[in-house]
């Protein structure tokens, strides 16, 4: 699929990584966009990201080979609305919300299902913005791709080659698949993460001892609770059904924990734990730049100056640190420091040198 000009309605951290994407594989694509603010535009011609500086209207977008929508769901409904009479008639429609049964419906009401392909690229951040996008952000990451019968099948083809060439794993879908597996996979863990942070912040005390020493645990699984509110209002209303069922379901398994539980049944609590574990350890999980984590905890007495000599020991070995902090908690952590590398070749270097320094470390990867 050759794609001389690419748009994208929306350039925060999806719309930005996949524009970074197609310039990084496709470096003589022209790239049109515009965004809600035209400071984001502004930044993205100055990296050279796109070849526009200002804000275009939706007419100046007739020009594309392919449109990629990046805006929460409801907002790509209503650009697909009114981009119908602009495009040309061979330009493919893409969007990259995490739910396809709305927009899908739209397209068959304006009768343009030839030309609307749902796209659903299963990566992210707790981090948005076009600052925080990468082009490494798609590599080998699921991209969900949706369209009806009446999509030519060539042509369907040929786009999710044009993904796979930008470093993702296409994987087609009905749009009525789609939606129920999101909702069990991403949108209610999202639900839960929410709702366990806000049962602990109204249940805490006066002394915010929940807060204080929520960590481990606690963290990891509320760390989704962090995202946009405005998409997820737009997620949850856009594929409430499907949700609202898994909920209904999410209960029934509550119950049965907490019928164990109550009865002080030491077997069952085995059993329905025993479940989940095997099905949790089943689930592989992709190699890949936005999924790994190279992680080394490591033992520091609390004195002054002590943080500061582990940093200066890795920059005198130039070794790059991505992220770094203090567990509180211990419980389920291996060190009181946590140090996060761009590679597992840093993590281990790093852990030659802190060793070599009497440090004790552990490293944690997935």
């Not at 990084?24 to 796109?50: C, G, Q, V």
């Not at 645990?217 to 209002?233: E, H, L, N, V, Y």
């Not at 030491?266 to 190279?294: E, M, Q, V």
Request: with cysteine; glycine share 6%.
């Amino acid at each position: 699929m050759k794609s001389k000009t690419i748009g994208f309605v929306g350039l925060g951290l999806i719309g930005g990584s996949i524009a970074k994407a197609i310039l990084k594989i496709y470096p003589n694509t022209r790239i049109l966009a515009t965004a809600s603010r035209e400071s984001t535009i502004e930044t993205a011609f100055e990296e050279r990201l796109i070849d526009n500086n200002g804000l275009l209207k939706l007419h100046q977008f007739g020009q594309c080979d392919i449109i990629f929508l990046c805006s929460p769901v409801k907002i790509n409904c209503d650009y697909l609305r009114k981009l119908k009479d602009v495009v040309k008639p061979d330009c493919i429609l893409t969007d990259v919300g995490s739910v396809k049964g709305d927009i899908t419906a739209v397209a068959r009401e304006l009768g343009i299902t030839n030309q609307f392909i749902g796209g659903h690229p299963m990566t992210g951040s707790e981090l948005t913005g076009l600052e925080h996008s990468s082009a490494s952000l798609l590599e080998n990451a699921y991209y969900i791709l949706t369209a009806d019968p009446e999509m030519n099948q060539d042509t369907y083809n040929q786009f999710g080659e044009y993904i796979a060439n930008l470093g993702a794993i296409p994987i087609k879908l009905t749009p009525e698949e789609h939606d129920e597996a999101t909702a069990a996979v991403s949108h209610l863990p999202h639900v839960i993460a929410a709702s366990l942070v806000n049962l602990v912040n109204d249940t805490d005390d006066e002394r915010a001892i929940r807060k204080t020493i929520a960590a481990g645990g606690f963290k990891d699984i509320t760390r989704i609770a962090s995202g946009s509110p405005t998409m997820w209002q737009h997620i949850f209303l856009s594929n409430k059904d499907a949700v609202l069922k898994l909920i209904d379901d999410y209960k029934n398994e509550l119950d049965k924990f907490e019928k164990v539980i109550a009865d002080s049944d030491a077997d069952g609590i085995i059993n329905l734990w025993t479940k989940a574990k095997d099905y949790r350890d089943s689930i592989t999980i992709p190699n890949s730049a936005h999924s790994c984590f190279f992680e080394l905890y490591c033992d520091i007495d609390d004195k002054p100056g002590t943080l500061v000599g582990v940093l200066q020991l890795l920059a005198n070995a130039e070794i790059s640190v991505k992220n770094i902090d203090i567990i509180h908690n211990r419980e389920f952590e291996p060190g009181v420091l946590r140090i996060e590398f761009y590679s597992e070749d840093s993590m281990k270097k790093a852990q030659t040198v802190l060793t070599h320094n009497n440090y004790y470390t552990r490293q944690r990867t997935n």
